[in-house]
């Protein structure tokens, strides 16, 4: 039968008339066994499940839409999002509910959010098993008591096997995510991806939380081992986020999103969802060994004849992933929160080698790095991607902000200044030279640089101003090589470096031009300049 409960009012948001089978929070160990039965994947040699996602292997986000409606007609940056009719959406949930009849589903009830005041109580319905699992991993699982009755707030469908009508239901081909603020409800059909189902929760709360003073993260976050220093990772993919988190001498709260109230700093989900292309035992051991045991689940992952994993073939895509719950890390947190954070981390992967290793912003400052959302791509992370090309994807997750970067921005720069947060910039990219030219910054003196700006030390070495940034760069750090605390002494050829330094400043300019007219002059200023650069 369909699942009981419904919304916040008893209604059931995706009422089948005539369901198949609806296999409801099953167990991990039973999804899996599902799962190979159903052909859905096969189990590697360690026992971990290994599937492939078919043409989309990673988010269709042209194929994503928000119901345009009074709820959110004056709160959605509509600049960033597609909008659908409602009358469109209405047809789309027929369909859905069409093609539904008599189908076998997964149901989850799961929570995201570990903190009780403000999590949110979702509901899954999912056509694939292994769909299933991996949700179970990504958000928080109740325990028996609190499934007793539970009305969920927030519903998602997922049915891969289901194909959109651009006519009919005006998209833009036969992938749709539509998301419907005021029906709390979401529709996926098309792909295959699983993380398109975890985003769409993170998207949702992305517009609801903001409204309730609690700041939605796309980050990482860690804490000392007393509990008593948190830290926040912004990043974009490839920037090191989910790898510089996973340290073995703090304590894990999550790899990928979380939420800062009035209370401290929480996780919204119970599991991680890490890259593993050229994923080794040595630079990244927890998410390696994490990868490897029974119950992680692999999404296009080559595995060989002998059922080894590959992590180093990108045959299906580069965008290899594991999912795994958070306990298989060994020195993760049990109640996914912490107090509030002595120390934000803003991660850039800098290939045109501009950058110093790191740097402490003001609290302005960092209103303008949150909004630009810098980092660079080069050639083999992107199908069709040529040497370097720039991204700026503001508040380090666009696809995910419903509402205008400004009101992200100004909650941040709030919390920062209300719990005197210490904020860094921290660049994994390039150094002496942009890539091709130099060499990628060394994990040692990044993690080198990271433990003493989390430590404390480093607010207290003695500082330089960065002329282009006007940022404050450490002269010396013991452990790290000097040389590459500033990055235009590590160029063999100066001008080269100040050319390279110029075409940078005019993107960021460029770049921020739309953000101007929503801050205030002092984040304005933080903008860079070429003026004193070879100074």
């Known amino acids: 039968m369909a699942g009981t409960g419904g919304d916040a009012a008893g209604k059931d948001s995706f009422p089948i008339e005539n369901p198949g089978t609806h296999h409801t929070n099953f167990s991990a160990e039973k999804l899996i066994e599902h799962a190979v039965a159903r052909q859905e994947g096969t189990l590697t040699d360690g026992g971990a499940l290994a599937v492939e996602t078919g043409a989309h292997t990673g988010r269709a986000a042209r194929d994503k839409y928000i119901v345009r409606d009074a709820t959110t007609e004056d709160a959605v940056w509509w600049d960033n999002n597609q909008a659908m009719s409602p009358d469109h959406f209405e047809v789309l949930l027929q369909d859905f509910l069409a093609h539904a009849e008599g189908r076998d589903l997964y149901m989850q009830e799961l929570f995201a959010g570990a903190d009780a005041d403000h999590r949110l109580r979702a509901r899954i319905y999912l056509e694939y098993a292994w769909h299933a699992l991996f949700i179970g991993y990504l958000l928080r699982r109740p325990d028996a008591s609190e499934l007793e009755g539970f009305s969920p707030e927030f519903t998602v469908v997922n049915l891969p096997s289901f194909r959109a009508d651009p006519q009919r239901h005006g998209t ?175 991660l850039t992967a800098d290939a045109y080698g501009v950058l110093p290793p790191i740097a402490k912003l003001t609290p302005s400052q960092a209103m303008y790095h949150f909004l630009s959302g810098y980092t ?70 990044t993690r080198a640089l990271l433990n003493a700006a989390l430590d404390g030390s480093l607010a207290n070495t003695e500082m330089r101003r960065d002329p282009i940034f006007g940022f404050q760069v450490p002269i010396a750090v013991t452990g790290v090589d000097s040389a590459i605390l500033n990055p235009r002494d590590t160029w063999a050829d100066k001008a080269a470096y100040d050319k390279q330094a110029m075409a940078l400043v005019d993107m960021f300019i460029e770049n921020f031009a739309k953000f101007e007219s929503h801050v205030d002059a002092d984040v304005r200023k933080a903008a860079p300049a070429m003026r004193d650069a070879a100074e």
Not at 269 to 277: L, N, P, R, S, V
Not at 313 to 329: C, K, Q, V
Not at 399 to 425: K, Q
């Open 172 to 346: 833009r081909s036969d992938t749709v995510i539509a998301c419907d603020f005021t029906r709390k409800l979401v529709l996926i059909g098309g792909t295959s991806y699983a993380g398109e189902t975890k985003k769409s929760v993170f998207g949702y709360l992305n517009f609801l939380l903001p409204e309730k003073g609690v700041m939605p993260m796309h980050c990482s976050a860690n804490e000392s081992p007393d509990g008593g220093s948190s830290a926040v990772f912004f990043g974009l993919s490839g920037t090191g986020k989910t790898t510089l988190s996973a340290d073995p001498r703090r304590t894990l709260l999550g790899d990928d999103e979380h939420g800062w109230s009035d209370k401290g700093i929480y996780n919204f989900e119970g599991g991680c969802y890490a890259k593993t292309i050229n994923l080794s035992r040595e630079a990244e051991p927890e998410i390696h060994a994490a990868s490897l045991r029974a119950g992680a689940l692999l999404e296009n992952v080559i595995v060989g004849a002998d059922g080894a994993p590959d992590f180093d073939d990108g045959a299906l895509t580069e965008n290899t992933r594991s999912a795994y719950p958070l306990e298989f890390i060994p020195n993760a947190s049990s109640s996914g929160t912490s107090e509030h954070p002595r120390n934000i981390v803003m």
């Open 376 to 445: 660079a791509k080069v050639a083999g992370t992107e199908k069709g991607l040529d040497g370097v090309q720039a991204t700026f994807s503001t508040c380090f997750g666009a696809p995910f902000m419903p509402r205008h970067p400004s009101v992200y921005g100004n909650l941040l720069r709030e919390l920062i200044a209300r719990h005197d947060v210490d904020c860094w910039l921290v660049n994994t990219g390039w150094t002496s030279g942009e890539y091709g030219v130099g060499h990628r910054m060394p994990i040692k003196a």
